[in-house]
Nanobody, 125 residues
Framework: QAPLQESGGGSAQPGGSLRISCAVP?????LAWFRQAPGKERTAVAA????????YYSDAVKNRFTVSRDKAKNTLYLQMKNLRPQDTGMYFC?????????????????????WGQGTQVTVSS
């Protein structure tokens, strides 16, 4: 399958905002964002059910980031607010044909079958 395609990203100052988006397959039922900081492992950011919009967040971004999807446009979004330097990293979108279930399965990267190539987000003053 062709890789997913992220867009957006870039640079922001601490406290700033950015939005990234990703074109996803129409058949994907669970959609997610992951990120990887330099020299670190990839970690979960947020996930959302395509079906009912239920969303799941990692503790690191809860109350600052908002994940959403547009079913008509087959697009996944991540709105990032109150950005911190530790939010810096490569952000990857992911999708899978199975449902999100609950928090833990939704944020488990090993359950995802389709991945994007990543978009860089840099937060610095």
């Amino acid at each position: 399958q062709a890789p997913l395609q992220e867009s957006g990203g870039g640079s922001a100052q601490p406290g700033g905002s950015l939005r990234i988006s990703c074109a996803v397959p129409a058949t994907a039922l669970c959609l997610a964002w992951f990120r990887q900081a330099p020299g670190k492992e990839r970690t979960a950011v947020a996930a959302i059910s395509r079906v009912d919009g239920s969303s799941y967040y990692s503790d690191a971004v809860k109350n600052r980031f908002t994940v959403s999807r547009d079913k008509a446009k087959n697009t996944l979004y991540l709105q990032m607010k109150n950005l911190r330097p530790q939010d810096t990293g490569m952000y990857f979108c992911a999708a899978r044909p199975s449902v999100c279930d609950s928090w833990s399965p939704a944020l488990d990267q090993y359950r995802y079958t389709n991945w994007g190539q990543g978009t860089q987000v840099t937060v610095s003053s």
